[in-house]
């Protein structure tokens, strides 16, 4: 099938392109570049020599005899190309990876909480607007966020999107709905992908478009299959305070002698999947659309729940690294439990990759390999979740 | 104390920024006049002769004594100005009107629903990260609507703002939670609003911001006893297709002898409010702000419930009007029931102006008088809700 990518130079967005286009399907990368500018913002860089994407297209094709075309614009602000893009093209499929991702990045300042609102709810926006003009029948696929759902304390399983409740009617009786979960931000970031459930739901109901809304844990690992073949291909590995994930940041800490960095006691317990099955996930939801007319199609794409402490206490264990628990930036809970359903990914098909089995090679394959380029200045966490935050 | 009243130039904004005025309170407005310039766009105009900002503001300073600040920039667009005023001027409470509010206009075309989205939710976003920065002991009261619930069928109440449900445990027992009511949008217009309580939830939680949303059935009538106060201070009546609500665009069609147009069987049941109510709620919303910390305030803002078909009979009782059903351009079911909780304004002291009361005087004092500037052409609501819609 045509499948255009958005966002498709960034961390879960390239190794998606390359997937796709190495089972076949006719590959479009729609990307302004938004993530390699932030880099040059922060004065960060990823700690694997990612090659351009220029660079990388040339690659792919040399390994792959496989074109992938590349289209570079904002999807937040060139509503004119990509209307012409789904007209000239007419894709199967669009998936959506074209919003700014760290929750940190979206808490550093007004600035950068106006641009991830701005750039999120416009690109995703601009995307649903454009499929009802120009391609109606396309299957959107979009990366949402486990971080929609909060963490509930009350022993309810978190569901694949929509919770089953009883409401009391005038009358005193009880009766059954099935709603879109409650939204429960933690971060300006994770707040634009609740906006977005809201926007799916409507443009579904209204328009009947066919969307997948993949709500992803965090990720961790940098390499796929595909992105393995050649190092012009690596993926990014992100490390510093605002974009690197939890467990990419302790491998890293771990790889350089740094003591790894657990905010507040480390209670946190969150979601996780490894990037391989990010990329087989995106793939499973694209041979599985929903029909025209139907609600929107959400599963939860995560493979295993760990409390943030007990991973410090395994790349311990691996490495011999020292833990260094800092006070937390973040307005969050210090502890919480995670119950969450999430077998409709497996029942088509998924095989997850378990912490267990991937994490030693990650530390040798990436973490050693690359630690030379890494800035240690950039490691801590400098964005506050409140105003009244001590070093603001 | 000092307001700021954004879209002090609008159909709701104008009337509250003279009626707090008039209340001993320091106003200031900001408005883009982009509702003049819809006007214009549209090739509409306001039955009322509304003056330009300037003279209403004048005129009020000749009758009242009293002075009103005016600061003309796009609270959507100029974020930097909104925290100068907001660092300046340090209000004890914004009032937040600044947002796209016509259905209708909202699903004429990609650009509209485009303009609607990015206008609304950047202009809500931006208050809230200037409150943040410039003022965060201030009171934010908004202008949401009754739209954001939807018209469930199942005998539910609908609640002011949050839903008591029941949700089952993973063993099995039954807990008690009060959400935010589930949204269900009917319009990009409205899903602006459902939009904006995530985003109030958010930053009541992360930042304390003391958030009231009032949530408003269909505004009827033109004058308040300010705006009564001389012909230069009068509010804007608007009957044309995008603008118009229905019961005001039932009287000018009344008031020239033209058929009463509804659309659909007439089946749809809606929440009304009269406007001189409306300046009374806000006032009544501002003297009882929630604390820092609480949840976001919510309020039903109506004051009475009747179906469609029922304000038609009503008017053409009244007026001897004939009544023509029309093809229903919205998709929206063809009748519904609507019960909701409205306790909490009358609580506070609001004392409903009812339809019977009103509506007689509304057709002498706005709809007989100035019906000689009605510009036909323009009654016919020619947005569409969706893209297979006839005559797009």
Redesign the interface.
């Known amino acids: 099938m045509r499948v255009a990518v958005l966002g498709g130079d960034g961390f879960c967005g390239w190794p998606t392109a390359l997937h796709l286009s190495n089972q076949g399907h006719d590959i479009a990368i729609v990307d302004n570049l938004a993530r390699r500018n932030a880099d040059n913002e922060l004065g960060t860089d990823s700690l694997t020599p990612i090659a351009p994407l220029p660079v990388r297209l040339s690659a792919w094709r040399e390994i792959s005899g496989r074109d992938i075309a590349f289209h570079n614009f904002d999807v937040a602000r060139d509503?004119d190309g990509l209307?012409a893009l789904l007209r000239r093209w007419q894709p199967d499929a669009v998936v959506h990876f074209a919003e700014q991702r760290a929750a940190p990045y979206s808490m550093k300042s007004?600035w950068h909480?106006?641009y991830t609102?701005?750039n999120n709810?416009?690109a995703t926006?601009?995307v649903l607007?454009?499929l009802?003009?120009a391609a109606?029948d396309c299957h959107l696929v979009h990366l949402g966020t486990m971080g929609v759902y909060g963490y509930?304390a009350?022993?309810?399983?978190i569901p694949e999107g929509y919770?089953?409740?009883?409401?009391?009617?005038?009358?005193g009786?009880?009766?059954e709905?099935e709603?879109?979960h409650?939204?429960n931000?933690g971060?300006?970031y994770h707040?634009t992908k609740?906006?977005d459930q809201?926007?799916f739901?409507?443009y579904a109901k209204?328009?009947d478009l066919k969307i997948t809304d993949l709500h992803q844990g965090i990720v961790w690992g940098t390499q796929t299959q595909e992105t393995r073949r050649d190092e012009r291909l690596v993926n990014r590995f992100d490390y510093d305070g605002d974009y690197g994930t939890v467990l990419n940041r302790f491998l890293m800490q771990a790889a350089i002698g740094y003591p790894l960095t657990v905010h507040g006691s480390g209670g946190q317990t969150r979601a996780f999947i490894n990037l391989q099955d990010t990329v087989r996930c995106v793939a499973l939801a694209l041979e599985n659309p929903p029909q025209r007319g139907e609600r929107v199609n959400i599963l939860n794409q995560m493979t295993e729940v760990h409390r943030v402490r007990d991973l410090a206490l395994l790349v311990s264990r691996l490495t011999g690294a020292e833990i260094d628990y800092l006070e937390n930036p973040r307005?969050e809970q210090e502890s919480n439990e995670l119950?969450a359903e999430a077998r409709r990914l497996p029942d088509l098909g998924l095989q997850p990759i378990t912490l267990a089995d991937g994490l030693l090679g990650e530390v040798i394959e990436i973490a050693r390999q690359y630690r030379h380029r890494c800035d240690v200045s950039r490691i801590p966490c400098r964005s506050h979740?409140?105003?009244a935050a001590p070093d603001r």
Do not use: C
């Open positions: 509503y209307v007004p909480k106006r609102v701005d709810i416009n926006h601009n607007a454009a009802v003009e109606p509930d009350d022993g309810v399983t919770l089953p409740v009883r409401v009391e009617t005038a009358e009786d009880w009766v709905r709603i879109l409650p939204a931000a971060s300006v707040m609740t906006l809201l926007l739901q409507f209204n328009d307005r119950n979740w409140r105003a």
